[in-house]
């Protein structure tokens, strides 16, 4: 992207409310959980699948691109809600829950990712 184009209000508007938008639909995601935090997994997931698609989907259109995965999907997933969990997991005295999240969501994620390469 050209400096214009990063600057331009209508992509950061884009790219505010598709992210606000991706953040909401995590947090309710957030309220699934078990043994794992499995709506934040999922929701990594889903984010990495989406943002995979998106790149292939929007080569040639910069501003979708932008709004798309580093909205949306930036929004839908985060590191920080990732880490939490795990921390908050550790902190309670559970020593394998969060080495096989950590595991989980890089593993499961990335595969997300390229499946969405493969599906744009």
């Known amino acids: 992207m050209t400096p214009a184009e990063v600057f331009n209000p209508i992509i950061l508007i884009g790219i505010a409310l598709a992210g606000g938008l991706g953040s909401i639909i995590r947090?309710?995601?957030?309220?699934?959980?078990?043994?794992?935090?499995?709506?934040i997994l999922s929701a990594n997931m889903a984010?990495?699948?989406f943002?995979?698609?998106?790149?292939?989907?929007?080569?040639?259109?910069?501003?979708?691109?932008?709004?798309?995965v580093v909205g949306l999907a930036g929004g839908l997933s985060?590191?920080?809600?990732?880490?939490?969990?795990?921390?908050?997991?550790?902190?309670?005295?559970?020593?394998?829950?969060?080495?096989l999240y950590t595991v989980l969501?890089?593993?499961l994620?990335?595969?997300?990712?390229?499946?969405?390469?493969l599906l744009g």
């Open 27 to 39: 947090f309710a995601m957030s309220k699934w959980q078990g043994f794992l935090p499995w709506g």
């Open 47 to 49: 984010a990495s699948c």
């Open 51 to 68: 943002a995979g698609w998106a790149v292939v989907h929007f080569t040639h259109d910069n501003t979708w691109v932008a709004i798309t």
């Open 78 to 99: 985060t590191f920080s809600s990732w880490a939490g969990a795990a921390v908050q997991m550790a902190a309670s005295g559970r020593r394998f829950a969060p080495a």
């Open 105 to 107: 969501t890089v593993v």
């Open 109 to 117: 994620s990335s595969t997300a990712a390229y499946l969405g390469l």
